[in-house]
Each structure stands twice: as structure tokens, then as C-alpha cells.
T-cell receptor, first 113, second 112 residues
Framework: GAVVSQHPSRVICKSGTSVKIECRSLDFQATTMFWYRQFPKKSLMLMATSNEGSKATYEQGVEKDKFLINHASLTLSTLTVTSAHPEDSSFYIC?????????FGPGTRLTVL | QKEVEQDPGPLSVPEGAIVSLNCTYSNSAFQYFMWYRQYSRKGPELLMYTYSSGNKEDGRFTAQVDKSSKYISLFIRDSQPSDSATYLCAMSPGGSNYKLTFGKGTLLTVNP
């Protein structure tokens, strides 16, 4: 059945490095994917809308040069956190609209030391 | 007024109880309504998906949408300790706009 996967599930990196997170739609195609950030015990915060073959649309206050999004195919979107800092540590989740509702990935926990 | 209002709880019930979770909304453009369950440190899991008004049942879960009142509900029958999680309502307009608007989430604990 339709599933959204994310990789990696957890990543620890040093401050100043870049980290790439992959989001894949399995058994369906997604022209639009969404990237969220979530802090402990807080709501999902939409960061950006990823559109296949075009530029992502970022929410107000989200630095597009900091969070690079590439949606190169109908089943893959990537989020790259560039020059990561400790304040970028968070839980990142992607989603995609399937035929019967929007599905979310399992999330990626990023820790920046 | 927020677009989607959801009582954050927390809600604590004994095992076997019927749980009622609700959201109200103000945007009449919303056509698609979803309920998600989120365990700590996990992505949200889609429980129910409803288009427009009506009821939908899936196992122990029943979703209701009343567009005239801008009110949606999720009922959980015979609740289990494994149902303990945060429940999020979400909705989106029709057409090609898939962006979801969420409620704040209700934290549910089912006590054995």
C-alpha cells in the first residue's frame, strides 16, 4: 500500500556541516510534498511545500538558503539543512498527498552538536 | 479566531471507554478532513479520511463531519492502552491545494 518513507531516521552531526534528508512516496506518485518541523510536545510547523520540477514554496520565516529543498522526481523530495547549528536540532517530517488522504513519513531526528 | 480549534486536553479515560475527540473550524473552503494519531517521536499516522459531510467507520474508529456546523468528531470505541497518543485533526480545501491546517492535538491516555 501507499507509504511515505524517510531516510535517515536519526542523524547526529557537527555544527557547520550539511545534512540531507530524503522523503520518498512508495506505491504512489506525489507532485507535491510538504516538509514540517516539530519541537517536543509542540504542533507540526510547516516549513515548505515541495513541488516536483519547480522551486519549493517556503513559509514565512523559513530561510530558503538554510533549508534547501529539491523535488527531482514524482517519488522523491530532499531537504538539506546547510551549515547546521544546534538550534536546527529538531524532528523533521515530510508528507505527501495520496489518493485517500495525506500520509506522513516516520520522521527524522536531527541532532547538531 | 484560529482556523481550527481543538481542545488539547489532556484526556484520561479507563480502558474500554468510548472516547470522543472534536474539532471546530472557521474556513468553509475545507472539503477534506483527516484524523491522525501521533505517538511520541513518530510521524503522524492517518486514521480516518473523509470528504465533505457524513460518517465513516473503520473498526473501532468513527469519524463524523458536519459541514453546516463546521464541526468534526472522532470516536474511539473500546479504547485500549495502545490508543494512548496525541490525536490531530487536519483539513484542507479541495482542488489542487493539499496544504493541511491542523488542530493543536489532543493528548489521550487510556489507563489499564
Amino acid at each position: 500500500g501507499a507509504v511515505v518513507s524517510q531516510h535517515p531516521s536519526r542523524v547526529i552531526c557537527k555544527s557547520g556541516t550539511s545534512v540531507k534528508i530524503e522523503c520518498r512516496s512508495l506505491d504512489f506518485q506525489a507532485t507535491t510534498m510538504f516538509w514540517y518541523r516539530q519541537f517536543p510536545k509542540k504542533s507540526l510547523m510547516l516549513m515548505a511545500t515541495s513541488n516536483e520540477g519547480s522551486k519549493a514554496t517556503y513559509e514565512q520565516g523559513v530561510e530558503k538558503d538554510k533549508f534547501l529543498i529539491n523535488h527531482a522526481s514524482l517519488t522523491l523530495s530532499t531537504l538539506t539543512v546547510t551549515s547546521a547549528h544546534p538550534e536546527d536540532s529538531s524532528f523533521y517530517i515530510c508528507s505527501a498527498r495520496a489518493r485517500y488522504g495525506t500520509l506522513f513519513g516516520p520522521g527524522t531526528r536531527l541532532t547538531v552538536l | 479566531q484560529k482556523e481550527v480549534e481543538q481542545d488539547p486536553g489532556p484526556l484520561s479515560v479507563p480502558e474500554g471507554a468510548i472516547v470522543s475527540l472534536n474539532c471546530t473550524y472557521s474556513n468553509s473552503a475545507f472539503q477534506y478532513f483527516m484524523w491522525y494519531r501521533q505517538y511520541s517521536r513518530k510521524g503522524p499516522e492517518l486514521l480516518m479520511y473523509t470528504y465533505s459531510s457524513g460518517n465513516k467507520e473503520d473498526g473501532r474508529f468513527t469519524a463524523q463531519v458536519d459541514k453546516s456546523s463546521k464541526y468534526i468528531s472522532l470516536f474511539i470505541r473500546d479504547s485500549q492502552p495502545s490508543d494512548s497518543a496525541t490525536y490531530l485533526c487536519a483539513m484542507s480545501p479541495g482542488g489542487s491545494n493539499y496544504k493541511l491546517t491542523f488542530g493543536k492535538g489532543t493528548l489521550l491516555t487510556v489507563n489499564p
